[in-house]
């Protein structure tokens, strides 16, 4: 203690740059980084054995492999708190991570062990409607629920997560999948404005044309290489109550399930925009269990009488239906606990066109892939979700500034696949990662063997390793490294920032 104190007096009399070098290199960045913070803002700076670092290195995470152990953990209020903790990390070169909702599951992308600052969003929770009621302002510690919550008594939504405890600013820097998209694009299609601040500290706000639009064009797919993203301006949409529930379905009724999803994604997807699935199959190998589900949605209060006529009687019974007309807002709460905290996750994506025998083999081989390598994990529930996506999904891109993804439309509709491993003991982490790999290579392999798989990795349902950026068109990679070098010449978010997806790194 003596010596932090020495140091915070040290740093406090001095010109911070002069001395900062030469105390990091004696006693590391992060020490006095954290003694920096503590200094100037103690309410929100958190060091180990308190309840504040614990809530936020655990309770905020949503995989456990992905808690975290930094040497503190500092909460800004405002952008200037953040432009100020960028500043105080950086002359000290230390490391940090950044939290949004904490989702992304893996390990080191939203967390840093204890030679780094963790800074976290929790803090930044403003939510602000303009005049005219056509955008929201989104602080980037506000989850999807707390949106669509803040919106539900205009009658509006937004473009976002289809889980509540999701993370705003996560979702929205890989692109975001929506209940919307069909209709609405991407969610970071309709992101407006982006306010952040840049590694020398200054805050700017990037719009589809101002100065900032190259960096607006980064950040809607780019991930975290760019900046710290302090608020989001969205486009809300009209939504009073729409049609939204959960589908279940038996084992007995798998054939009929993938009839749907491929039905779907080939010919209801494409004639209905307003109309959306999430169709999942989730396998518990010690219970020797598989079902079959489907998130069904419809931006309306009139149902429609075909959308989802594959999932319905009398063509296929559901066991269990929830589907009803309700609030989005209302949904989201109600199924955030289908999504418990604190348990052991992976995730892997691929993606494929649109094809029955696609889906069969994606079937086929996860399911004995994943009985044949995992049967003695325990607690084990893996799965894998059909997300369809329509040329009209990947159409507004281009009518709202672009985004680097720039997925090939003349080949659509696709399927974007999550496979998704839950499980508790970290003794099997693993042999569940492993598995997870050769499961993937596995379906693959044989997807390109029929020339069924298509090009394009969602960054946000990735797992480590997968190469998402040289997923994207090769011209737009080059442009997101060019614009990283232009606002980061430093590389402070890549080198000292090293978590999450780095276009420097593809
Ligand atoms: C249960 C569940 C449901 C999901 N549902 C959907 C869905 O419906 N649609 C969809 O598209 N995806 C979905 N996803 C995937 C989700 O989009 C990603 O996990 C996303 O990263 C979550 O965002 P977050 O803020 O919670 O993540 P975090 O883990 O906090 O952050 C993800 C990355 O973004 C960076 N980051 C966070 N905040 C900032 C910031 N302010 N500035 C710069 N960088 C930042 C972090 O450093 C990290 O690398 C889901 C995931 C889960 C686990």
């Known amino acids: 203690m003596a010596v932090l104190a020495g140091i915070v007096a040290l740093l406090v009399a001095t010109p911070a740059f002069a001395i900062d070098a030469a105390v990091t290199s004696l006693y590391g960045g992060e020490a006095i980084a954290c003694s920096k913070l503590k200094f100037r803002y103690p309410q929100y700076t958190f060091f180990p054995g308190t309840s504040g670092y614990a809530y936020e290195t655990r309770t905020s995470y949503w995989s456990a492999t992905t808690f975290s152990s930094p040497a503190c953990v500092f909460v800004p209020q405002d952008v200037q708190q953040v432009s100020y903790a960028v500043t105080t990390i950086t002359l000290t070169l230390s490391k940090f991570a950044v939290r949004g909702g904490g989702h992304m599951p893996i390990p080191g992308y939203n967390g840093i062990d204890g030679s780094g600052i963790l800074l976290s969003s929790s803090n930044l929770t403003a939510l602000s409607l303009s005049p005219d009621k056509s955008t929201v302002s989104v602080g980037p510690g506000n989850r999807w629920r707390d949106v669509y919550g803040y919106l539900k008594p205009s009658d509006l939504a937004a473009v976002g997560g289809r889980v509540g405890h999701v993370g705003v600013p996560g979702l929205l820097l890989g692109g975001g999948i929506s209940f919307y998209s069909s209709q609405y694009g991407f969610a970071s299609d309709n992101v407006v404005k ?4 840049l590694s020398s500290g200054l805050v700017v706000e990037a719009t589809a044309t101002n100065a900032y639009s ?17 608020r989001f301006d969205l486009k809300t949409v009209p939504s009073s109550k729409v049609w939204i529930g959960i589908a279940q379905f038996g084992q007995s009724q798998a054939a009929g399930h993938l009839d749907g999803v491929y039905n779907f994604g080939k010919y209801g997807a494409p004639s209905d925009p307003k109309a959306a699935i999430i169709p999942t199959v989730l396998t518990f190998p010690a219970s020797n269990l598989t079902i079959y589900v489907a998130a069904k949605f419809y931006d309306s209060q009139t149902d429609s ?3 989802f006529e594959n999932f319905t009687a009398p063509k296929l019974t559901p066991v269990a239906e929830s589907y009803s007309l309700q609030p989005l807002s209302d949904y989201v709460a109600s199924t955030d606990a289908l999504q418990p905290l604190g348990l052991r996750q992976e995730f892997r994506t691929l993606s494929s066109i649109v094809h029955r025998d696609a889906v069969q083999i994606i079937h086929d081989t996860f399911l004995s892939g994943v009985n044949l390598k995992l049967s003695t994990v325990k607690n084990l529930q893996a799965s894998f979700t059909f997300q369809p996506v329509t040329k009209d999904f990947l159409s507004h891109s281009a009518k709202t500034g672009g985004n680097p993804q720039g997925i090939d439309i003349t080949k659509a509709p696709y399927f974007w696949i999550v496979e998704n491993w839950t499980w508790t003991e970290a003794s099997d982490d693993t042999l569940v990662r492993t598995a997870a790999d050769q499961i993937t290579a596995d379906i693959n392999q044989l997807l390109q063997a029929r020339s069924f798989n298509a090009q394009y990795l969602y960054m946000n349902d990735a797992g480590k390793g997968q190469p998402v950026f ?4 090769a011209a737009n990679l080059r442009k997101l490294k060019a614009i990283r070098t232009k606002y980061d010449p430093f590389k402070i978010y890549t080198n000292l920032l090293p978590g999450g997806w780095k276009v420097d790194n593809a």
């Open 305 to 307: 009488p075909n959308a």
């Open 194 to 197: 982006y306010q952040c601040v």
């Open 470 to 473: 040289q997923s994207y068109p």
């Open 214 to 230: 190259d960096l607006f064009w980064a950040l809607r797919g780019g991930g975290n290489s760019f900046c710290i993203v302090t």
